[in-house]
């Protein structure tokens, strides 16, 4: 079964605390996206990658970190130096050649 | 990071309406991307349009890609109770960053 999958759905962490979110595709897309979703505003790019071993900064790449090491993966750590972690996240991938994009099932952070 | 405008915010209807919304930006886009979100779920893309003046359907819906290229439309004819959600917008100029309206949120009456 094709897609992109985003795991855990539900992701409690202490302040303080580093934290890692997975995402993974078996669609062969060559582009991968993080955003972050907060009630009443749009999607946040934090960081996309178009291809392995690189990766750029987005609108709020602050508190964040990511790697790129295979083509299907491309998870997002929210480090502790992010002011305000809890949120909505989506992983997204674009296929080559394309001006479309397509989102996993997103993640929901909560820091306590 | 630039955001589209999105209109109206929500929107309340009877089943069986009509609904329109619409997003607009100050800048040109090559590309316009129509999402509908659940809650708690990632967005599903709807409708993609490529070209100024393009109209595109699936379904019920309905999307146009405005002439002037800073907007676009999406209608859904006869709604029903599954329609409810989060419908937003995304528009993509050149190169990688898509940008994302802010939805509007649409409840159907039975």
């Known amino acids: 079964d094709g897609g992109i999958t985003q795991s855990p759905k539900y992701l409690f962490r202490k302040e303080g605390q580093n934290v890692t979110l997975s995402c993974e595709q078996n669609?062969?897309?060559?582009?991968m996206y993080w955003y972050r979703q907060d009630p009443g505003q749009g999607l946040r790019l934090i960081y996309y990658?178009?291809?392995?071993?690189?990766?750029q900064k987005g609108d709020i790449a602050e508190g964040y970190s990511v790697s790129r090491e295979k083509k299907e993966s491309f998870p997002l750590t929210v480090t502790s130096a992010q002011k305000n972690p809890t949120a909505f996240y989506l992983c997204a991938s674009r296929p080559r050649g394309t001006d479309t994009q397509y989102f996993g099932p997103g993640t929901r952070l909560t820091v306590l | 990071g630039q955001q589209l405008n999105q209109s109206p915010q929500s929107m309340f209807i009877q089943e069986g309406e009509d609904v329109s919304m619409n997003c607009t930006s100050s800048s040109i886009f090559n590309t316009w991307l129509w999402y509908k979100q659940d809650p708690g779920e990632g967005p599903v893309l709807l409708i993609a349009?490529?070209?100024?003046?393009e109209l595109t359907s699936n379904g019920r819906l309905t999307a146009q890609f405005g002439t002037t290229r800073k907007d676009s439309f999406l209608n859904i004819s006869a709604s029903i109770p599954s329609d409810v959600g989060i419908y937003f917008c995304a528009g993509l100029r050149t190169g990688n960053q898509f940008y994302f309206g802010t939805g509007t949120s649409l409840t159907v009456i039975p």
């Open positions: 990658s178009q291809i392995v071993n690189d990766f």
């Open positions: 349009l490529y070209k100024a003046g």
């Open positions: 669609l062969n897309h060559d582009a």
